[in-house]
């Protein structure tokens, strides 16, 4: 398309006005005239011009005329002449609320000028209807408008711009100075167009980006009998930095090893909200299922934060096939803290010396020994629930992920038949209740813990407490996530393979409620 090659639309009750309009002295336009408020919109509807031009004296319908009487003594009727046909109204315009929006009155636009010629009775213009039906009806803001009235009539052209307009000039028009404002219109169109397919563009491209995201997560649970595992997962946008994950490592420790501290130890020597000093790993002599998990929160938002995320997600998998190939070999997995240790490396080789960050939660959850090992590099306070119903809060003991090279500690919990664990991010917490009041972690963590402590549908629960502190669905400004685990009782036998999914899983979308997996 030429630089100046344009369509426009004049709207204009009168062939001589329309006329003059169209000769404007531009050049490489394609002219479309309407006479009433129902062509100009059929013509919008089907050319979309680039500028609309309308005259503030529009009707809505052309009006109907009878057919001509002549008086048989001044104009004898021809025998041969035949009948002249009544000029038939225009068709309805399509639909649109005549009526204006409140903060405009309607009454304020009618001046002496065009009230008898295109107002309603009401005083209400179609020029304004137009205006409105582009605009809020149609949803078209590329259109540049540019409304015609009166010299003396400001409400008009005040309202006509409250509308929507984008431009309001007084009659008589000096033709260099209209063909001036078309093409600033036509190149304000142009640039609004090419703006909004570039963003259709990214629109679809990012949710595509959020499709695949969905494929990282996880799609099915392996089947323990006593598991069971609920997710939250609503991105802010259509991708997302926050990423969770669980799945069953290969037996971690060879068999007949003595263990170094027992389910009831831990629980005895543990100080609630008190982090246990970091210990070696319990061993056991019977090969068992160990469930991993994790949650992490990329900073930031958008296609860089989903990005990282899949690198994140990336790098925890393939510590995890790791561990299959080294159990294949006869070796048992690496220690969790240089698992993390690794995938810390790893980030800071891809973003040392960006602000981007990670914060990421990991833990083992050994069904034989009972026990949880877990590392927080920075990420919200874990809750674990014992079987008794009492929270302990397990805080960050290891710094964030990405910045720096660190050596990581473990700590070990117990987790026993009846515990259960809620992991989240930040994004349930950070948002601004009614009143300005930011909601922040620690109220966040009063409404949350006694729905943990009741021990059932727990992220239901702690959706019902943020809605009644929001009056309604909480405007979260950043990703949600959480996942809860729950553990029902012991686990006899062998556990089924961990690629064959028994129960469905799929992680929660932006507009479904959590629910079990």
Same mark, same amino acid.
């Given at each position: 398309?030429?630089?100046?090659?344009?369509?426009?639309?004049?709207?204009?009750?009168?062939?001589?006005?329309?006329?003059?309009?169209?000769?404007?002295?531009?050049?490489?336009?394609?002219?479309?005239?309407?006479?009433?408020?129902?062509?100009?919109?059929?013509?919008?509807?089907?050319?979309?011009?680039?500028?609309?031009?309308?005259?503030?004296?529009?009707?809505?319908?052309?009006?109907?005329?009878?057919?001509?009487?002549?008086?048989?003594?001044?104009?004898?009727?021809?025998?041969?002449?035949?009948?002249?046909?009544?000029?038939?109204?225009?068709?309805?315009?399509?639909?649109?609320?005549?009526?204006?929006?409140?903060?405009?009155?309607?009454?304020?636009?009618?001046?002496?000028?065009?009230?008898?010629?295109?107002?309603?009775?009401?005083?209400?213009?179609?020029?304004?209807?137009?205006?409105?039906?582009?605009?809020?009806?149609?949803?078209?803001?590329?259109?540049?408008?540019?409304?015609?009235?009166?010299?003396?009539?400001?409400?008009?052209?005040?309202?006509?711009?409250?509308?929507?307009?984008?431009?309001?000039?007084?009659?008589?028009?000096?033709?260099?100075?209209?063909?001036?404002?078309?093409?600033?219109?036509?190149?304000?169109?142009?640039?609004?167009?090419?703006?909004?397919?570039?963003?259709?563009?990214?629109?679809?491209?990012?949710?595509?980006?959020?499709?695949?995201?969905?494929?990282?997560?996880?799609?099915?649970?392996?089947?323990?009998?006593?598991?069971?595992?609920?997710?939250?997962?609503?991105?802010?946008?259509?991708?997302?930095?926050?990423?969770?994950?669980?799945?069953?490592?290969?037996?971690?420790?060879?068999?007949?090893?003595?263990?170094?501290?027992?389910?009831?130890?831990?629980?005895?020597?543990?100080?609630?909200?008190?982090?246990?000093?970091?210990?070696?790993?319990?061993?056991?002599?019977?090969?068992?299922?160990?469930?991993?998990?994790?949650?992490?929160?990329?900073?930031?938002?958008?296609?860089?934060?989903?990005?990282?995320?899949?690198?994140?997600?990336?790098? @925890?998998? !393939?510590?995890?096939?790791? *561990?299959?190939?080294?159990? &294949?070999? $006869? +070796? #048992? %997995?690496?220690?969790?803290?240089? =698992?993390?240790?690794?995938?810390?490396?790893?980030?800071?080789?891809?973003?040392?010396?960006?602000?981007?960050?990670?914060?990421?939660?990991?833990?083992?959850?050994?069904?034989?020994?009972?026990?949880?090992?877990?590392?927080?590099?920075?990420?919200?306070?874990?809750?674990?629930?014992?079987?008794?119903?009492?929270?302990?809060?397990?805080?960050?003991?290891?710094?964030?992920?990405?910045?720096?090279?660190?050596?990581?500690?473990?700590?070990?919990?117990?987790?026993?038949?009846?515990?259960?664990?809620?992991?989240?991010?930040?994004?349930?917490?950070?948002?601004?209740?009614?009143?300005?009041?930011?909601?922040?972690?620690?109220?966040?963590?009063?409404?949350?813990?006694?729905?943990?402590?009741?021990?059932?549908? @727990?992220? !239901?629960?702690?959706?019902? *407490?943020?809605?009644?502190? &929001?009056? $309604? +669905? #909480? %405007?979260?400004?950043?990703?949600? =996530?959480?996942?809860?685990?729950?553990?029902?009782?012991?686990?006899?036998?062998?556990?089924?393979?961990?690629?064959?999914?028994?129960?469905?899983?799929?992680?929660?979308?932006?507009?479904?409620?959590?629910?079990?997996?």
């Amino acid at each position: 398309m030429a630089a100046d090659d344009i369509t426009l639309l004049i709207a204009a009750p009168t062939p001589l006005t329309r006329e003059a309009l169209r000769r404007l002295p531009g050049t490489g336009r394609t002219m479309l005239r309407a006479a009433t408020l129902a062509e100009a919109l059929a013509l919008h509807d089907a050319r979309r011009p680039h500028v609309v031009i309308i005259d503030a004296a529009l009707p809505d319908a052309a009006p109907t005329y009878p057919a001509p009487t002549y008086p048989a003594h001044t104009y004898p009727a021809r025998p041969d002449a035949a009948p002249v046909p009544p000029r038939l109204a225009a068709p309805p315009p399509p639909p649109y609320d005549p009526v204006p929006p409140p903060s405009v009155p309607a009454s304020a636009s009618a001046s002496a000028s065009v009230s008898t010629q295109g107002a309603h009775a009401d005083g209400h213009l179609p020029a304004l209807d137009l205006v409105r039906a582009i605009r809020a009806v149609r949803g078209d803001e590329d259109v540049f408008l540019i409304v015609l009235t009166e010299p003396d009539d400001h409400a008009l052209r005040a309202d006509a711009l409250a509308m929507g307009a984008n431009d309001a000039l007084r009659l008589p028009l000096e033709p260099l100075e209209l063909d001036a404002r078309v093409s600033v219109g036509a190149r304000q169109a142009r640039m609004a167009r090419r703006l909004r397919a570039y963003s259709d563009r990214l629109t679809r491209e990012m949710a595509r980006v959020a499709e695949l995201q969905m494929r990282l997560l996880p799609s099915s649970s392996p089947y323990l009998p006593g598991l069971h595992v609920e997710s939250l997962y609503r991105p802010s946008g259509d991708a997302s930095g926050d990423y969770f994950d669980y799945f069953l490592l290969p037996p971690r420790v060879p068999a007949n090893a003595a263990p170094t501290a027992s389910p009831a130890q831990l629980s005895s020597s543990a100080v609630p909200d008190q982090p246990a000093p970091p210990v070696q790993p319990a061993l056991s002599d019977v090969d068992g299922p160990v469930l991993r998990v994790v949650i992490a929160d990329v900073s930031g938002h958008g296609a860089r934060a989903a990005f990282l995320m899949s690198i994140v997600r990336t790098l @925890v998998r !393939a510590q995890n096939d790791g *561990a299959a190939a080294r159990h &294949a070999d $006869g +070796m #048992p %997995p690496l220690p969790l803290t240089e =698992t993390v240790q690794r995938i810390n490396r790893h980030l800071v080789d891809i973003i040392g010396g960006e602000p981007d960050f990670v914060t990421l939660f990991a833990g083992d959850i050994d069904f034989a020994v009972g026990t949880l090992e877990y590392v927080n590099a920075g990420h919200c306070p874990a809750l674990l629930r014992d079987g008794g119903g009492q929270v302990t809060r397990l805080p960050s003991n290891a710094p964030l992920l990405g910045f720096f090279n660190a050596d990581f500690a473990a700590e070990l919990r117990a987790f026993p038949p009846g515990c259960q664990l809620l992991l989240f991010t930040d994004g349930l917490h950070d948002w601004t209740a009614p009143g300005g009041t930011h909601l922040g972690p620690e109220r966040f963590l009063e409404l949350t813990e006694p729905c943990l402590r009741a021990g059932s549908e @727990v992220l !239901a629960a702690m959706e019902s *407490a943020l809605r009644d502190v &929001a009056g $309604g +669905m #909480p %405007p979260f400004r950043d990703d949600v =996530t959480a996942l809860w685990i729950r553990r029902e009782g012991p686990v006899p036998g062998e556990p089924v393979r961990p690629d064959e999914p028994v129960r469905p899983d799929e992680p929660v979308r932006p507009d479904e409620p959590a629910g079990a997996h």
